[in-house]
């Protein structure tokens, strides 16, 4: 299973408690438009958490996304999560370790201020559209949540598993795809995708109709 990566514009906070540091703030938001990533843009559904939260399943926090940068695990309780209208919360209580009491002078000075998040997409968990300029859109609508991350270089990974699940979900082929995002013509691969199959065309005609369509343009 692939895992995907994403960074939030929330703002990561040092917090002082009588047991230690804390580090905390959001790890994403909803219905944010991401930046363009690469020939379309994200936006993450409220709702898309809530098979991940629901079952209880063990998420981790890491520094850079790094096992041997291990902060805490909702397993232990040393990680906890909350949703609200805005989007998903994290709290970690730091370690006693050297690399998070450098991450905690790090996050006081203000070097280390944003947060990121892994994931892997549940099957049929993400849509397809276009934004009202037209832009193409990717809205997550189902996830199960890896980590969270305190980073220093916040970045979009590569988002070459989002153009698969696009390729995967609408029969269409993976490279003419990924050439019509390259190209940033990835919004008219999407009018051609959506077209309603002929009167008496059957829907695999109507596939090979379109596939035929997509090589001829991409």
Same mark, same amino acid.
């Given at each position: 299973m692939?895992t995907e990566?994403?960074y939030?514009?929330?703002?990561?906070?040092?917090?002082?408690?009588?047991?230690?540091?804390?580090?905390?703030?959001?790890?994403?938001?909803?219905?944010?438009?991401?930046?363009?990533?690469?020939?379309f843009?994200e936006?993450?559904?409220p709702?898309?958490l809530t098979?991940?939260?629901?079952?209880?399943?063990? !998420?981790?926090c890491r %520094?850079q996304?790094e096992?041997e940068? *291990?902060l805490?695990?909702?397993s @232990?309780?040393? &990680?906890?999560l909350?949703?609200?209208?805005e989007?998903?919360?994290?709290e970690?209580?730091?370690?006693?370790?050297?690399?998070?009491?450098?991450?905690?002078a790090?996050?006081?000075?203000?070097d280390v201020?944003?947060?990121s998040?892994?994931?892997?997409l549940m099957?049929?968990g993400?849509?397809?559209?276009?934004?009202?300029?037209?832009?193409?859109?990717?809205t997550?609508t189902?996830f199960?949540l890896?980590?969270?991350?305190p980073? !220093?270089n916040p970045? %979009?990974?590569?988002?070459t598993s989002? *153009?698969r699940?696009?390729a995967? @979900?609408?029969? &269409?082929d993976?490279d003419?795809?990924?050439?019509?995002?390259?190209?940033?013509?990835?919004?008219?691969?999407?009018?051609?995708d959506?077209?309603?199959?002929a009167?008496g065309e059957?829907h695999?005609a109507a596939?090979?109709?379109?596939r035929l369509m997509?090589?001829?343009?991409?």
């Amino acid at each position: 299973m692939t895992t995907e990566i994403r960074y939030t514009s929330g703002v990561v906070e040092l917090r002082a408690s009588s047991d230690g540091a804390r580090l905390g703030g959001y790890a994403l938001k909803f219905n944010k438009l991401s930046r363009n990533l690469g020939g379309f843009v994200e936006r993450i559904a409220p709702g898309a958490l809530t098979k991940t939260l629901k079952d209880g399943g063990d !998420v981790l926090c890491r %520094y850079q996304h790094e096992d041997e940068f *291990l902060l805490g695990r909702t397993s @232990s309780g040393t &990680l906890r999560l909350s949703v609200d209208d805005e989007g998903l919360l994290y709290e970690v209580d730091l370690p006693d370790t050297s690399y998070a009491r450098d991450l905690a002078a790090l996050a006081g000075r203000g070097d280390v201020t944003k947060s990121s998040f892994a994931f892997h997409l549940m099957p049929g968990g993400d849509e397809w559209s276009l934004t009202e300029s037209g832009f193409p859109l990717r809205t997550l609508t189902e996830f199960h949540l890896v980590d969270t991350a305190p980073v !220093v270089n916040p970045a %979009y990974l590569d988002t070459t598993s989002g *153009l698969r699940s696009l390729a995967e @979900s609408r029969n &269409l082929d993976f490279d003419s795809v990924r050439a019509a995002a390259e190209s940033e013509r990835l919004a008219d691969l999407l009018r051609v995708d959506v077209q309603e199959d002929a009167p008496g065309e059957t829907h695999a005609a109507a596939i090979a109709r379109k596939r035929l369509m997509l090589s001829m343009h991409f």
